[in-house]
């Protein structure tokens, strides 16, 4: 009777998940997964000191620009002025390079003419134009260093 016994249970226990480690814990005597927080954000981009939008009135610009380089010049005497001409890129290398010239011509070389009419040495504005996909209209933007 015992041995009926024994062999009933056992064919019982056959049908049964054994206990073990990971009956409590499903993760148990597996490798950790490691986890890689993202990095940080960057810090943000350093504004220009002033923009202009292409088409805006030399009147609306003007003193505020005559302003802002005079104390640019009264904090730190030989600063860079860093002017530079964005505009959304054309259909064609040639509609770009149009595009920009035009800008430069006529809106980054009066808005330069102004910060060394300001009291700027003509040494310390530098110009430069590119194309940015993320501008929807022409700019001119001015940074210092």
Known sequence: ???GGLIGGA?????????DQRTFDPNASRPPKVYIPPPPPGPPPIPPLIEVLA??????????????????L??????LFLVRVLAPPGISEDATRDALQR???????????????????????EM???????????????YVR
């Open 55 to 72: 088409g805006t009135p030399r009147s609306q610009w003007e003193s505020a620009v005559q302003t802002v380089t005079r104390k640019a």
């Open 103 to 125: 800008v430069l011509a006529e809106e980054g070389q009066p808005i330069a003419d102004t910060i060394v009419g300001a009291g700027a040495d003509p040494a310390q504005v």
């Open 11 to 19: 064919g019982f226990l056959a049908g049964c998940k054994l206990l």
């Open 128 to 142: 430069s134009a590119m194309p940015d996909s993320s501008v929807a209209s022409p700019r001119v933007q001015v």
């Open 74 to 79: 009264d904090r730190k005497p030989n600063i």
């Open 1 to 3: 009777m015992l041995r």
